[in-house]
């Protein structure tokens, strides 16, 4: 076996880790996440609440990718939770023809969400959509739930729900909610919502991919590398630098002149290291000075 490119949970991206480190084989390995967006206080609100609703429930929250922690910033919270809450008020999950999402296929996966969902309103958040109710619907439907005021160290704040779930967590600033993306382990996709810094709040983000003023565009461009950080995995797919992970680089040289060390004799000239050294450093002010100017 050349290489093996896995997606699916951390757990069984662990397992399979293993078995590739003990057979010496090339991994890549796509893994979980808990994917978050940043709202700054300069938000285009109407903008974020449409883009953020359909990021948290597009196919039932069923994917990687789809957004789960939102990161609030105060000024601009109350006014965005309302925006939310009317976007996904108008979300049901069943099987009729006017339904917008559908089943949560495995039992497990329903008791991972109904569990991170009582985890959460036992440590004081709120379902600002999704009453204790109407949260499930049979045995495979869940209904859209945003919830408001989550702890940062909840459950739905911190692992992975897979689920139409959104929590949404008030912060001071973006600092805070820069720093809180990255102490997670995981670090896969991400969104960022602001008129004038989010390229640069993007560029903070451990994470592997980003969209900024969207939800999810990322994953909609095949030429760009998709894939994450820390536990949601390592290498790409799609794009150069996914093409580039199922080759293997081979270096071959052809002698058609002199080289600059001799590789027939162990002498060397005076001055032959000093020389190379100075080469060296000439190459890197060089390079130094080509980044520095674009």
């Not at 996904?88 to 917008?100: F, I, K």
């Not at 950080?229 to 580039?244: A, F, I, W, Y």
Request: negative net charge.
């Amino acid at each position: 076996m050349d290489k093996i490119a896995f997606t699916g949970s951390v757990r069984s991206g662990r397992a399979v880790a293993a078995d590739c480190a003990a057979r010496l084989t090339p991994m890549l390995l796509e893994l979980g996440g808990n994917d978050a967006v940043v709202v700054a206080e300069d938000a285009d609100l109407d903008e974020a609440a449409a883009h953020i609703t359909w990021g948290a429930l597009q196919n039932a929250g069923l994917g990687c990718i789809s957004l789960e922690v939102a990161y609030v910033v105060d000024a601009v919270h109350d006014a965005l939770v309302e925006k939310i809450a009317a976007h996904a008020g108008r979300v049901h999950a069943g099987s009729d023809d006017d339904d917008q999402i559908g089943p949560v296929p495995l039992p497990a996966q329903l008791a991972v969400i109904r569990h991170h969902i009582a985890d959460a309103l036992q440590r004081g958040a709120t379902a600002v959509i999704g009453a204790p109710a109407d949260r499930t619907t049979g045995d495979r439907y869940v209904q859209p739930t945003i919830l408001v005021d989550v702890p940062p160290d909840a459950l739905a704040a911190t692992e992975e729900t897979f689920g139409p779930v959104l929590s949404i967590v008030r912060v001071g600033d973006t600092e805070e909610a820069i720093t809180r993306i990255n102490a997670s382990p995981y670090g896969l996709g991400s969104a960022v919502f602001s008129r004038d810094r989010g390229e640069d709040i993007a560029r903070r983000l451990r994470v592997g991919m980003t969209s900024v003023n969207d939800a999810l565009a990322f994953s909609q461009n095949a030429g760009l590398p998709f894939g994450g950080r820390g536990d949601s995995g390592h290498g790409r797919k799609h794009g150069d630098e996914g093409l580039l992970e199922f080759v293997y680089p081979h270096a071959i040289t052809v002698k058609t002149g002199p080289t600059p060390a001799s590789t027939t004799t162990f002498a060397r000239p005076p001055g032959a290291m000093a020389r190379a050294l100075a080469a060296a450093r000439d190459r890197l002010l060089a390079e130094d000075e080509r980044t520095e100017g674009n």
